[in-house]
């Protein structure tokens, strides 16, 4: 009988050139990073363009490009050549690169001038593409490297492929639970780099001690590049003060008021506390808020207040300086922004002004019924209010919790078309009998955009003591209710929570 090897088909036995515990550890790690790097990579982007749909969408739409670049391109040379020479390269160039991701980023960033289309498909294709589609060639060519017999295919590749898998998971809950909350971005970043690379610089020695021929050997120029990303990583200018769970924030002094202080939140002037003085009201759309408050009830009577978004809570620290006795609840996302709160903004929590740390529409839920006077939206992610804040089913729960005098304001940002301010507006008629626009005239027009305040009730809206409060506050805005606001609504349609498309009506870029 002839041996096996003597028969034409039957593949000779051979040894896989990885033993399985390396195999599984480099595939693992390999497709975590890229996870990590996806994640990360939009936060890193988040302070100079925002974070919208359009940015995640640009992020993970480039991270799965850069996924299947690299699959099928590492496939196809690990045919062509032997992976064993590659893969130690590959891993220390990805790693090296990754690295690099922070300072490329943050040098490109700090040149864009604007938040547009262009500057955030720019930004999340440096954050992600080249190190993802590097890191995503590895795999495959492990996967050539274990095939010791055809028979063996589905097995090692399904093998290697389920791991992989399991790695992409473990970085993203590892990232998203635990990592993001207690680690800067640029730490995750440059530490997911240095491992990468130093477990290719590792592989590499491995595979030059098992064969010949140049496998494994890892270019020097690979080695000095991740020391300079390195370098660059800490010299690269940074835009955040503090990095919390959600925004990059920082604050900064007011040059021309010496108590006051400004909340900045990645890309917007989020929120201007007078340490000094609660009452002083530096934002427009803030003083028009505040122009809604005082025309409720008797003039310096207590008030039942949810505010749904903190920021600095000026609204709030207001009520409670010309309303004594006003009871304020604060439902604020961020546990970072309300430390900031409390450690450089004077924060002073008490029984009559409480913070509750949730995202908004949980604690709408959560709301008794009928129990407020006064609900203020003020919550934003980025350039837009949050979408599950502006459906028709948010804005029941806003009008269940409010007694049958009590008033629904919030701040809502657009720009021509203003279509995302129609729809709310359209959204907010479709619950309440009562509502009326604060705005500026060219904004009315439809030739301006920034701030605008809608307002809603169940009772009539005071508009004439609105309007005088506005004058008082030296705003040069209009009320705008009735057959006003009809021909400004138009047709547009009603938000509900099975659609949507808060980003898509939107006009930041105007």
């Known amino acids: 009988m002839a041996a096996p090897a003597d028969r034409p088909d039957v593949a000779p036995p051979a040894r896989a050139a990885l033993p399985g515990w390396v195999a599984a550890l480099v595939t693992f790690l390999s497709s975590g990073v890229v996870l990590v790097l996806e994640i990360v990579g939009l936060r890193l982007i988040a302070p100079y363009v925002g974070v919208t749909l359009q940015t995640s969408t640009a992020v993970i739409g480039y991270a799965l490009a850069a996924i299947a670049i690299g699959a099928w391109s590492g496939g196809l040379v690990a045919d062509r050549t032997d992976p064993r020479r590659l893969i130690a390269p590959l891993m220390v160039a990805g790693g090296a690169l990754v690295v690099a991701v922070l300072p490329l980023v943050r040098f490109t960033g700090s040149l864009l001038t604007g938040a547009d289309a262009g500057g955030v ?16 060639a590895v795999p495959p060519m492990v996967v050539k490297l274990q095939l010791a017999s055809l028979d063996e295919t589905g097995a090692v590749v399904g093998r290697l492929s389920g791991i992989g898998t399991l790695g992409g998971i473990a970085a993203t809950f590892a990232t998203g639970f635990v990592l993001v ?11 997911a780099g ?29 080695l000095v590049l991740a020391l300079v990303g390195g370098v660059l990583a800490w010299v690269a200018p940074s835009p955040c003060e503090i990095e919390t769970g959600y925004h990059c924030a920082r604050v ?21 506390v007078d340490l000094e003085d609660p009452t002083h009201l530096e934002f427009e759309y803030v003083r028009a808020i505040a122009a809604v408050t005082d025309a409720l009830g008797e003039q310096g009577a207590p008030l039942s207040a949810l505010h749904v978004g903190g920021g600095g809570l000026t609204l709030p620290r207001y009520l409670a300086e010309v309303r004594p006795g006003t009871e304020s609840l604060v439902l604020e996302v961020d546990p970072g922004v309300v430390a900031i709160d409390r450690e450089q903004l004077g924060l002073e929590t008490s029984p009559e002004l409480r913070v509750r740390v ?45 007694t049958d005098d009590g008033v629904y304001a919030i701040n809502l940002i657009d720009h021509p078309p203003l279509d995302f301010v129609r729809a709310e507006l359209a959204t907010l008629r479709a619950v309440f009998p009562h509502v009326a626009l604060l705005a500026r005239i060219p904004v009315l027009d439809g030739e301006d955009g920034g701030n605008v305040v809608a307002v809603a009730s169940r009772s009539p809206i005071p508009a004439d003591r609105i309007a005088d409060r506005l004058t008082e506050r030296d705003l040069v805005w209009q009320v705008a209710q009735g057959a006003e606001l009809d021909r400004f609504v138009g047709d547009a349609e009603v938000l509900t929570d099975d659609h949507a498309p808060v980003d898509q009506l939107l006009t930041p870029y105007g």
């Open 252 to 272: 900064e002094a007011d040059p021309e008021r010496a108590s006051g202080r400004i909340l900045y939140l990645d890309t917007a002037r989020h929120s201007y």
């Open 358 to 402: 949730t995202d908004g529409r949980v604690g709408l839920a959560d709301e008794p019924a009928g129990t407020r006077d006064l609900v203020v939206g003020d919550a934003f992610g980025g350039l837009s209010v949050p979408w599950q804040l502006t459906t028709r089913e948010a804005v029941e729960l806003i009008d269940r919790a409010l």
């Open 194 to 222: 240095a491992v990468t690379a130093a477990v290719g610089v590792a592989v590499g020695v491995f595979l030059r001690r098992r064969t010949a021929g140049g496998a494994g050997q890892v270019p020097v120029g690979l």
């Open 181 to 191: 909350a207690i680690l800067p971005s640029s730490v995750i970043l440059v530490g």
């Open 121 to 136: 498909l720019l930004l999340a294709a440096v954050a992600v593409v080249v190190p993802a589609a590097l890191l995503s």
